[in-house]
């Protein structure tokens, strides 16, 4: 009943390209590029002002295995080979969800270096950050008693973040939501659906401006009974890190893709890298073909972690106001200049709806989103040049 859908995996995006030429009538082919610039000062070498790219990548040749010792990676599950790189790639899964880092470069045993430890780093972040299992976090939650609680710098900064999101969106995207979202259980078999009345007991528990924190000193000070959940910026986080990461080992071309939150460096074997943005009703259609390069790219929808009962659709972003699944909009695809950003917008965008939602996000600067509103149209902020 609950399904799992991953958008905008990279494994997909060429196969899926010829596909969605062909078969998407209704497919904006979407530019983008100087948007959001994971590394600014590089621009957009590779001509953001394109429309289809005429090749989307070298053929796939499947690679005689590159010399060495690397070749025995169990991490690195695929490479790929093109005259004057290669790449490299890990899957696995974090946060929820199937996770795809990849990094193009010269030399194989330095690209799966860099990848095994962008791995490590962004299961340190889930680490830090999950409500899952015991973590920082979750002693926080339990210890919170309306004194101030020492968390690791890490958490408090983003924690900051993630209050001004709150504050931006006027409370769509709120941490806090999780005093009222822990009564929601959408993985248990069957899901467990809240009370009206226990929704309304812990309501008032939610409110973003309730959190006191002090980064300096990395306290954080919240009323009992009011937990934090970082699910709705956590996983762009992540891809933040696992990226630096990369970028720290030298490479300059790769992507990190956490279930479509993602973050594209440089080229893909010279061409942007292209991003199907899945219908969130359809699998097999895209709204959206992006080529992108240096951007940062997030998707939330309603239909990641979702069930139905009696026609109703139960799914995982709260809408913060009733303690019950948004209605804003079947999906939220944002660009900004980091993942962590785009993560928290995008489910924001998902509470306020189209109109408010689009209002909200041209009111912040270097970020631009698509949405599904509830009827499956697909609108756009003014910041994104389209052509069909
Ligand atoms: P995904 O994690 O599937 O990419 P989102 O980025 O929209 O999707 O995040 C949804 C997650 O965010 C939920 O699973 C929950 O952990 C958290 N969340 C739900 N509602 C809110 C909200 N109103 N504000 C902040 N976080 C939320
Ligand atoms: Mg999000």
Redesign the pocket.
């Known amino acids: 009943m609950i399904r799992r859908d991953s958008l905008c995996q990279p494994a997909s995006i060429h196969a899926m390209e010829n596909r969605l030429r062909s078969q998407t009538t209704n497919c904006l082919v979407l530019l983008l590029g100087a948007l959001g610039a994971c590394r600014s000062e590089e621009g957009n070498a590779q001509g953001g002002n394109r429309s289809v790219p005429e090749k989307i990548n070298a053929p796939a040749v499947a690679a005689p295995p590159p010399a060495g010792p690397s070749t025995q990676d169990p991490l690195t599950d695929e490479a790929k080979e093109a005259p004057s790189r290669i790449a490299r790639r890990v899957t696995f899964g974090a ?3 199937e996770v795809i880092f990849e990094a193009q470069g010269q030399d194989a045993a330095l690209l799966d270096a860099a990848l095994a430890e962008a791995r490590a780093e962004f299961d340190r972040v889930e680490d830090m950050m999950t ?1 899952w299992r015991d973590s920082p976090l979750v002693r926080m939650n339990d210890g919170a008693d309306g004194t101030p609680q020492k968390v690791p710098k890490e958490l408090s900064d983003l924690v900051v973040r ?1 209050l001004t999101v ?1 504050r931006l969106s006027g ?8 005093s009222v ?1 822990k009564l929601w259980d ?1 993985k248990a078999v069957p899901p467990v659906i809240p009370s009206p009345s226990d929704i309304a007991g812990a309501l008032d528990k939610i409110g973003w401006s309730k959190i006191q924190v002090d980064q300096e000193r990395s306290r954080i000070t919240m009323p009992k009974g009011t937990r934090l ?5 956590a ?2 986080y992540g891809v933040d890190r696992a990226m630096d990461v990369l970028m720290q080992h030298g490479v300059e071309h790769g992507i990190v893709n ?4 993602l973050k594209a460096l440089g080229t893909d074997m010279g061409e942007p890298w292209t991003i199907a943005i899945k219908h969130p009703r359809d699998r097999e259609r895209a709204i959206a073909i992006v080529p992108v390069s240096n951007v940062c790219l ?4 309603d239909y ?2 979702f069930f139905e009962l009696d026609g109703e659709r139960y799914h ?5 106001r009733t303690g019950r699944p ?1 209605k804003g909009c079947m999906s ?1 695809t944002v660009t900004a200049p980091d993942a962590a950003l785009a ?2 917008v ?3 965008v ?2 306020l709806g189209p109109d408010i939602g689009l209002e909200f996000v041209e009111r912040l600067p270097k970020i631009e989103a698509i949405v599904v509103d509830m009827e499956g149209r697909v609108k756009s902020s003014a910041g994104l040049s389209t052509l069909r």
């Open positions: 946060m929820g969800t409500s993630a709150a409370g769509a995207f709120d941490p806090t939501y999780a979202g959408f959940g970082l699910g709705g910026i996983k762009g956490a279930g479509g939150d997030v998707t939330s929808g990641e972690r995982h972003i709260i809408d913060p948004a939220a993560d928290a995008a489910t924001a998902c509470v």
